[in-house]
Nanobody, 125 residues
């Protein structure tokens, strides 16, 4: 599975961005999809996950209520809508695919076998 993330950029605090991740796999709809981020000098952090059907989503408290993950299986694409952005959201954002199914451990990066190249989001204060 090849993943291509896009949509990053520079935005002022309080602004919005929508990230997209296009997948090459014809079996895209079978994968749990996740977004992670990594800020300079920090460890990779879980941001959001969505089940294959889109019926289940999961967010950490740091982004809950501000970020929304969604997917369009017909387009092999997953999205991350980010609203009310804060300077601490600045990071490289990665999409990832997990073939093992939805579980309580969707926030763990080791579950994801496939990773995109990342897209940089910079939020200015």
């Amino acid at each position: 599975v090849q993943l291509q993330a896009s949509g990053g950029g520079l935005v002022q605090a309080g602004g919005s961005l929508r990230l997209s991740c296009a997948a090459s796999a014809r079996t895209f709809s079978r994968y749990v999809m996740g977004w992670f981020r990594q800020a300079p000098g920090k460890e990779r952090e879980f941001v959001a996950a969505i089940s294959w059907s889109g019926n289940s989503t999961y967010y950490p408290d740091s982004v809950k209520g501000r970020f929304t993950i969604s997917r369009d299986n017909a387009k092999n694409t997953v999205y991350l809508q980010m609203n009310n952005l804060k300077p601490e959201d600045t990071a490289v954002y990665y999409c990832a695919a997990d073939p093992s199914g939805w579980s309580r451990r969707v926030s763990n990066s080791y579950k994801y076998n496939y990773w995109g190249q990342g897209t940089l989001v910079t939020v200015s204060s």
